[in-house]
């Protein structure tokens, strides 16, 4: 299996502050990287599907770079729906795997 | 819009088998893509755990596969999950969503089960 690195695992920000989020595949997924959010109680989010395809209805503060082994996700400027958890998911390979979270919260 | 909904018991008894039905609302499962289902213990991380096709056709986690099966009913467009010999690991919100080319892009709200005596 692809195993999915990220960092920070928690981080906390202002709103207003640009964020990044560092995620590793463990091998080469070309552009094959999924970004999701995640907020307490609820069901997992698409937000940016081949690594920088930006899904329908998701705000243009959010962006996804990256190829082969290493991408992030960037938040331009935080807002306080923001405060969430965020998950990579590479689809190279089956089964597809997800990295273990990172946790963004209020500063 | 298209809508899932997980149903299914929220307590299993381990050795015993867990079994969720997904119900699909706003699009027809007959009309293509595939259907899987993700599961987070509390607390913890996404496992991909297997997905179908409207023809039967699916695909399953290795870490799991000897003891799961999924399932697909079109004439109710649903889709049905069995995890056998199951054990307190196997306590877990469990999630059925759509596979939408690589990616899940509509997800139920989740359901918790839990494994105890």
């Known amino acids: 299996d692809i195993q999915m690195t990220q960092s920070p695992s928690s981080l906390s920000a202002s709103v207003g502050d640009r964020v990044t989020i560092t995620c590793r595949a463990s091998?080469?997924?070309?552009?094959?990287l999924n970004w999701y959010q995640q907020k307490p109680g609820k069901a997992p989010n698409l937000l940016i599907y081949a690594a920088s395809s930006l899904q329908s209805g998701v705000p243009s503060r959010f962006s996804g770079s990256g190829s082969g082994t290493d991408f992030t996700l960037t938040i331009s400027s935080l807002q306080p729906e923001d405060f969430a958890t965020y998950y990579c998911?590479?689809?190279?390979?089956?089964?597809?795997?997800f990295g273990g979270g990172t946790k963004v919260e209020i500063e | 819009q298209v809508q899932l909904q997980e149903s299914g018991p929220g307590l299993v008894k381990p050795s015993e088998t867990l079994s969720l039905t997904c119900a699909v609302s706003?699009?027809?499962?007959?009309?293509?893509?595939?259907w899987g289902w993700i599961r987070q213990p509390p607390g913890k991380g996404l496992e991909w755990i297997g997905s179908?096709?409207?023809?039967?056709?699916?695909s399953y986690n290795p870490s799991l596969k000897s003891r799961v099966t999924i399932s697909v009913d079109t004439s109710k467009n649903q889709f049905s999950l069995k995890l056998s010999s199951v054990t307190a690991a196997d306590t877990a919100v469990y999630y059925c969503?759509?596979?939408?080319?690589?990616?899940?892009?509509?997800w139920g709200q989740g359901t918790l089960v839990t494994v105890s005596s």
């Open positions: 706003g699009y027809s499962i007959s009309s293509g893509y595939y």
């Open positions: 969503a759509r596979v939408y080319g690589r990616n899940f892009d509509y």
């Open positions: 179908i096709y409207h023809s039967g056709s699916t």
């Open positions: 998911q590479q689809s190279y390979s089956t089964p597809p795997t």
């Open positions: 091998q080469s997924i070309s552009r094959y």
